[in-house]
């Protein structure tokens, strides 16, 4: 059982450079979120996705794109990398928005930008 | 807007009871969740509450009241492997997305 993987687990890249963040679940889960976590900020929404072909922002879109072809992938994109984007990502995707369906989260990526 | 509030830090011993606090102000509410999450590691789905009062999984309990806009986390029996990060997030407003306060670290001491 899978679950949800995210790829790579580390990352360190440059300012300017585009980067990719993969998001894979197996649980044919229709929700999918992406989040940071920051020291004193939490987890933040960045992009979350209610099924296949449907995207919308969350708390702090600016500078990522996601999209989502398939219901099992949500890749995250950094399309010019920032400092202020180094931080820990979490993927997580829920069976949906019903009151009491609990998020699922995977390990995390922690990207670096230097 | 939505805003939580936990406290940043907490310590308390092993085999103790401990009592995680967060309150809340949301435009709209649809359930809490308690999330933990051990260093380096991802968050884990500890319990929900929609309706006002107690909810009890084995050591853990989570209170609500939605009048107060008020839940704890009651963790009994303390164990050295209790010591993480406990989160609160709501589920409530125009969006119905959850929002996360910014956790409260727990260090449990021998």
């Known amino acids: 059982d899978a679950g949800i993987t995210q790829s790579p687990r580390y990352k360190i890249t440059e300012t300017g450079r585009q980067v990719t963040l993969m998001c894979h679940q197996t649980w044919s889960h229709s929700y999918m979120f992406w989040y940071r976590q920051d020291l004193g900020h939490g987890l933040r929404l960045i992009y979350y996705s209610a099924a296949a072909d449907i995207t919308d922002k969350g708390e702090v879109p600016d500078g990522y794109v996601v999209s989502r072809s398939k219901t099992e992938n949500f890749p995250l994109t950094l399309e010019s990398a920032t400092r202020s984007q180094t931080s820990v990502y979490f993927c997580?995707?829920?069976?949906?928005?019903?009151?009491?369906?609990?998020?699922?989260f995977g390990d995390g990526t922690r990207l670096s930008i230097l | 807007g939505q805003n939580i509030d936990q406290p940043t830090e907490m310590t308390a011993t092993e085999g103790a009871i401990v009592q995680i606090n967060c309150t809340y102000q949301?435009?709209?509410?649809?359930?809490l969740f308690w999330y933990q999450q051990h260093a380096g590691e991802a968050p884990t789905f500890l319990s929900y509450n929609v309706l006002d009062g107690l909810e009890e999984k084995g050591r853990f309990s989570s209170f609500l009241s939605r009048s107060k806009g008020y839940s704890y986390l009651l963790l009994k029996e303390l164990q050295m492997k209790d010591s993480a990060s406990y989160l609160c997030?709501?589920?409530?407003?125009?969006?119905?997305?959850?929002?996360f306060g910014t956790g409260t670290l727990l260090a449990v001491q021998p």
């Open positions: 997030a709501v589920k409530g407003g125009a969006t119905n997305k959850l929002i």
């Open positions: 997580a995707s829920s069976v949906q928005t019903g009151p009491n369906q609990p998020q699922h």
């Open positions: 949301t435009s709209g509410f649809n359930g």
